[in-house]
């Protein structure tokens, strides 16, 4: 059974641009959460979706933005890239309470 | 609000140890806790899930325990091996969504 799968893996994008990343879950998985990892703060959580619905939301600004899908797959989309947003975007899912996650989208900011 | 904690942050030993990593919890109320291993720049593997009215797991050389109580649970690994070398995070699910603990990086010498 195929795991969680992020696209792209590694991303380099300007100041001020957008950007958006993706995550299929594992089949028959309806939760999708998103996770920021950076070396100063750690794994911190962004959002969550159930069934097309954010249920849950971090502590970030608006420009952090998600949607999902009708076949549960999730994007995250981040407007106006600042240098602090580079990081490790990880995304899991969930069916009941064990979370499995992807191996993450890399995204530097220059 | 829900802090974790891990100690140690590093950890270097020689193979075939027995180690035990910590993870203390501020908040008892928790629907459970997970711990995952995280190679260099590569996503999270789960390890171990332990629901909250559990006491401890297994899954080979490893073994998790839970003290809700006390807000603390331990990562046994028995006869440790260099391919065992990663960074060990444990988080608590609270809420749809998962706080993470700082992690020990973890090194198993020849």
């Known amino acids: 059974k195929a795991g969680v799968t992020q696209t792209p893996r590694y991303l380099i994008k300007t100041r001020g641009q957008q950007v958006t990343l993706s995550c299929s879950p594992i089949s028959g998985h309806r939760s999708v959460s998103w996770y920021q990892q950076t070396p100063g703060q750690g794994l911190q959580f962004l959002f969550e979706?159930?069934?097309?619905?954010?249920?849950n939301k971090g502590n970030f600004p608006g420009r952090f933005s998600g949607r999902q899908f009708s076949n549960s797959r999730s994007e995250m989309n981040v407007s106006t890239l600042e240098l602090g947003d580079s990081a490790l975007y990880l995304c899991?899912?969930?069916?009941?309470?064990?979370?499995?996650f992807g191996q993450g989208t890399r995204l530097t900011v220059v | 609000k829900q802090e974790v904690t891990q100690i140690p942050a590093a950890l270097s030993v020689p193979e075939g140890e027995n180690l035990v990593l910590n993870c203390s919890f501020t908040?008892?109320?928790?629907?459970?806790l997970q711990w995952f291993r995280q190679d260099p720049g590569k996503g999270l593997t789960s390890l171990l899930l332990?629901?909250?009215?559990?006491r401890e797991q297994t899954s080979g050389r490893l073994n998790a325990s839970l003290d809700k109580s006390s807000g603390r649970s331990t990562l046994y690994i028995a006869a440790s091996q260099p391919g065992d070398s990663a960074t060990y995070l444990c988080?608590?699910?609270?809420?749809?969504?998962?706080?993470f603990g700082t992690g020990t990086r973890l090194q198993v010498f020849p």
């Open positions: 979706y159930f069934s097309e619905t954010q249920r």
């Open positions: 332990i629901q909250s009215s559990q």
């Open positions: 908040d008892s109320a928790i629907y459970n």
């Open positions: 899991a899912s969930s069916l009941g309470n064990e979370a499995f």
């Open positions: 988080a608590v699910h609270n809420t749809d969504k998962l706080i």
